[in-house]
C-alpha cells in the first residue's frame, strides 16, 4: 500500500499523533524533540498528526528547492513582460 494516513492513540497515559508516510511501513510518533509527543486530548492529537503530514506533503516531497527554483527562474527570464516573445519551433506532424 502506497498511501499517508494520520491517527490518534492512547500509549503510556497520554494521547499519541502518529503519521504513516507511503516510504515507510509502520507507523510514525509526532516528536516533541526527542520524545514523542503527548496531547491531553484525541482531538488534539489528530490535529497534531495531521499537520505533520501536511507539513511533510509540503516540505519534504516539494523540496526539491533549487531544481524548482532554477527551472522557475529560467522561466521567468524566458517570457519577461515586456520584452520580445521566445518563439519556439514546433515540430511538424510526420504524414501517416
Known amino acids: 500500500m502506497n498511501h499517508f494516513h494520520a491517527k490518534a492513540e492512547w500509549i503510556d497515559g497520554a494521547w499519541r499523533a502518529l503519521v504513516r508516510y507511503s516510504h515507510k511501513a509502520d507507523y510514525w510518533p509526532v516528536m516533541s524533540g526527542a520524545r514523542p509527543a503527548g496531547y491531553p486530548s484525541r482531538d488534539k492529537a489528530l490535529i497534531a498528526a495531521y499537520q505533520a503530514q501536511e507539513k511533510h506533503l509540503?516540505?519534504?516531497?516539494?523540496?526539491?528547492?533549487?531544481?524548482?527554483?532554477?527551472?522557475?527562474?529560467?522561466?521567468?527570464?524566458?517570457f519577461r513582460p515586456g520584452r520580445k516573445p521566445v518563439v519556439v519551433e514546433r515540430a511538424r506532424a510526420r504524414p501517416l
Open 58 to 78: 509540503n516540505g519534504t516531497i516539494r523540496g526539491f528547492g533549487d531544481k524548482v527554483c532554477a527551472a522557475r527562474a529560467e522561466a521567468e527570464r524566458l
